[in-house]
């Protein structure tokens, strides 16, 4: 049996988040959810939880497969997590691909200095 392993510290040797700081920000700040509940960085995981992480504008899910307290290379992190987000949740990433960002035109949105100064001065005159 292999020792307890903090949720925060998994998330991190699984390679779920890039370091241990950002999976603790991320469990405190209530995106990482064990059984639909937000847990705290020190929850236990134990074989077989599925742990939600919210990363916006997708909610991922892994089960835990073994329990890992040290980073791993990234060809291993299969042996110890499945990912089993829903085709729904993935399918939003596809979405926001394909949508891109269109350029808008010049003079609608938000107003420029020069449209700025030009008003005050409109207004200014007495």
Same mark, same amino acid.
């Not at 504008?57 to 829903?86: F, H, I």
């Given at each position: 049996?292999?020792?307890?392993?903090?949720?925060?510290?998994?998330?991190?040797?699984?390679?779920?988040?890039?370091?241990?700081?950002?999976?603790?920000? $991320?469990?405190?700040? !209530?995106?990482?959810?064990? =059984?639909?509940?937000?847990?705290?960085?020190?929850? /236990?995981?134990? %074989?077989?939880?599925?742990?939600?992480?919210?990363?916006?504008?997708?909610?991922?899910?892994?089960?835990?497969?073994?329990?890992?307290?040290?980073?791993?290379? $990234?060809?291993?992190? !299969?042996?110890?997590?499945? =990912?089993?987000?829903?085709?729904?949740?993935?399918? /939003?990433?596809? %979405?926001?691909?394909?949508?891109?960002?269109?350029?808008?035109?010049?003079?609608?949105?938000?107003?420029?200095?020069?449209?700025?100064?030009?008003?005050?001065?409109?207004?200014?005159?007495?």
């Amino acid at each position: 049996m292999s020792d307890p392993v903090r949720v925060d510290k998994w998330l991190w040797a699984v390679r779920v988040f890039k370091t241990r700081s950002m999976a603790t920000d $991320a469990v405190k700040k !209530g995106r990482v959810f064990i =059984d639909d509940m937000a847990v705290k960085p020190s929850r /236990v995981v134990k %074989i077989g939880d599925i742990i939600k992480v919210r990363k916006s504008p997708v909610t991922y899910s892994y089960k835990v497969l073994q329990l890992a307290g040290k980073r791993m290379g $990234a060809k291993l992190v !299969g042996e110890y997590m499945e =990912d089993v987000t829903p085709k729904e949740e993935l399918e /939003v990433l596809e %979405i926001q691909k394909h949508m891109g960002w269109f350029q808008r035109e010049r003079g609608t949105g938000r107003p420029t200095k020069k449209d700025r100064r030009d008003l005050d001065d409109f207004f200014e005159t007495e």
